[in-house]
């Protein structure tokens, strides 16, 4: 399973930079409400997509046919769940739930913008070859 996650550490760094960059435009312009929201934004991604990603590697552990039923049910689960998150939140009334969604957005799109580099640069075989 260690080897399909072999990903995960890009977009983990992806969203560590983006927190530090807001953090670091954020908290003078915008002040510490707007900075606990991008935090919150991004730990939801990175949970997000880390847990999708061990969810999909397990069913490709077990069948490989697997990995497309799991991956769209976890996925419209993932989407129902924020989406309730979100909603709970927006009913409190919080200040940061603006900088909480740009956070989101921005977090999806850092992902899966280092998971594509990571994969365009990984050595990754189209065969795999049994040791003898």
């Given amino acids: 399973m260690r080897k399909r996650l072999r990903h995960l550490p890009s977009?983990?760094?992806?969203?560590?930079?983006?927190?530090?960059?807001g953090v670091v435009i954020g908290w003078p312009t915008a002040g510490p409400t707007a900075v606990a929201g991008l935090a919150a934004g991004l730990a939801l991604v990175a949970a997000s997509y880390t847990l999708s990603s061990v969810i999909i590697a397990g069913a490709d552990s077990v069948n490989p046919r697997l990995v497309l039923p799991v991956g769209l049910s976890t996925y419209v689960i993932k989407l129902a769940v924020i989406g309730l998150?979100?909603?709970?939140?927006?009913?409190?009334?919080?200040?940061?739930l603006p900088a909480m969604g740009v956070a989101i957005i921005a977090g999806a799109l850092g992902w899966t913008t280092a998971q594509a580099w990571w994969t365009w640069r990984a050595r990754i075989p189209y065969v795999e070859i049994e040791p003898q």
């Fill in 85 to 96: 998150v979100m909603a709970a939140i927006a009913a409190t009334g919080w200040d940061g």
């Fill in 11 to 21: 977009g983990l760094a992806a969203s560590v930079v983006l927190l530090v960059l």
